[in-house]
């Protein structure tokens, strides 16, 4: 197993409201993990949002906390519901209401990684499952929520901001003719997930530093940014997407001659992020 449930970088004071978290970063493979699966050394990461918590490593050097995942995407799914099972992969479990990410593979322990192609032959046992969800999934939130309560605690709200990256051919299709395709993505579900203001100041800190922005299409945030989105209390919570061509070769999994510049880049955009989280919010209504 990962040496620990996942990675907490503090601030020697806590500065904003605002909170990181990075997810889909974690890279501490298992050996059994990787014993059992059929796939290579690449493959296996594939879905991996590689480097993405070094890309926001400067959070703390602005009064932010950054949590991040050590346990791998294919292992344990931070971004899926625990009750996200899949029939096809756990024994033991019923086949559930209608779920697209499940029966494709997806869920919070998934089947598949990028493109569909299978981790593992056969299926687990449900401990095996629960295990991964007891020793990675639970802590994870436990310790996200803990810092979201804090932040609604001393600042009288709280501002998740959830941190992905994207293959680069997943936005390929993204824009009519003629129109400059997105470098980044931003998720807070049609609205639902955090107030106007917070995602406009989110989208001018990236479109300043010169990146092109768009918003929900093709990502309007997942399990996490619907789970604590709850703007109405203000706990607010938008999705990142960052193409990943900007910072790594995405065949070799590994960073780009363009890495440096492009995280002292990020560095002055989490800057003016966390400084949304040292104002008052407009109150919501309960």
């Known amino acids: 197993m990962p040496k620990a ?53 400067s959070a703390p050097e602005f009064g932010a906390p950054l949590l991040a995942a050590t346990a791998p995407r294919a292992f344990v799914d931070l971004n899926r519901s625990a009750d996200e099972l899949d029939p096809a992969l756990i024994e033991g479990v019923r086949k559930a209401i209608h779920n697209p990410r499940v029966n494709s593979g997806l869920g919070v322990v998934p089947r598949v990684v990028a493109n569909g192609r299978s981790i593992r032959t056969g299926r687990m046992p449900l401990a095996e499952a629960q295990a991964r969800l007891d020793g990675f999934w639970r802590p994870y939130h436990d310790c996200l929520q803990n810092l979201l309560d804090e932040s609604r605690a001393l600042f009288g709200e709280a501002i998740l901001v959830d941190c992905h990256s994207m293959p680069h051919e997943a936005i390929a299709s993204v824009g009519g003719s003629g129109q400059s395709r997105p470098e980044v993505v931003l998720g807070d579900r049609f609205g639902a997930s955090a107030h106007g203001d917070v995602i406009d100041r989110i989208e001018a800190a990236f479109s300043a530093a010169g990146l092109k922005v768009t918003r929900n299409a093709p990502f309007a945030g997942a399990y996490i940014t619907q789970h604590y989105g709850r703007p109405s209390k203000n706990q607010n919570a938008v999705q990142i997407e960052i193409d990943r061509r900007l910072y790594m070769d995405e065949r070799l999994i590994e960073p780009n001659a363009n890495f440096r510049d492009f995280r002292r880049l990020m560095a002055e955009i989490i800057e003016q992020i966390a400084e949304i989280g040292r104002r008052d919010l407009p109150m919501a209504a309960e």
């Open 5 to 57: 449930p996942y990675r907490l970088s503090l601030p020697r004071e806590r500065g904003t409201s605002v909170v990181f978290s990075s997810p889909h970063s974690g890279r501490d493979y298992p050996p059994e993990f990787l014993r059992g699966t059929v796939l290579d050394a690449c493959a296996v990461r594939s879905s991996e949002d590689a480097f993405v918590d070094l890309l926001f490593a």
